[in-house]
């Protein structure tokens, strides 16, 4: 499975960004999708992330600001990014689960500019 990603690049703090990501060809049964984010020198970390039924869960970090939706017809997830800030920066990596199996798209870069 590949996923495609869309979105990023150099923004302002304060400027929004939305992140798109879908697998290409005919997926089915993918149970969660979500977005994590790696930072130089940081270890990846989880974002965000969708159920197949709608359930969320955020990073305390960006609770408030962010948001995941998802479009199980089209097996899109979406990461609106508001209020962007300077810790924001980082690779922005999108992740599916499918029963017992993970996969990971290329990952878009996420500059916050001060």
């Known amino acids: 499975v590949q996923l495609q990603a869309s979105g990023g690049g150099l923004v302002q703090a304060g400027a929004s960004v939305r992140l798109s990501c879908a697998p290409s060809g005919s997926v089915l049964g993918i149970a969660e999708m979500g977005w994590y984010r790696q930072a130089p020198g940081n270890q990846r970390e989880l974002v965000a992330t969708i159920t197949r039924g709608g359930n969320t869960k955020y990073a305390d970090s960006v609770k408030g600001r962010f948001t995941i939706s998802r479009d199980n017809a089209n097996n899109t997830v979406t990461l609106q990014m508001n209020s962007l800030k300077p810790e924001d920066t980082g690779v922005y990596y999108c992740?599916?689960?499918?029963?017992?199996?993970?996969?990971w798209g290329q990952g878009t870069q996420v500059t916050v500019s001060s």
């Open positions: 992740n599916i689960r499918i029963t017992l199996s993970t996969y």
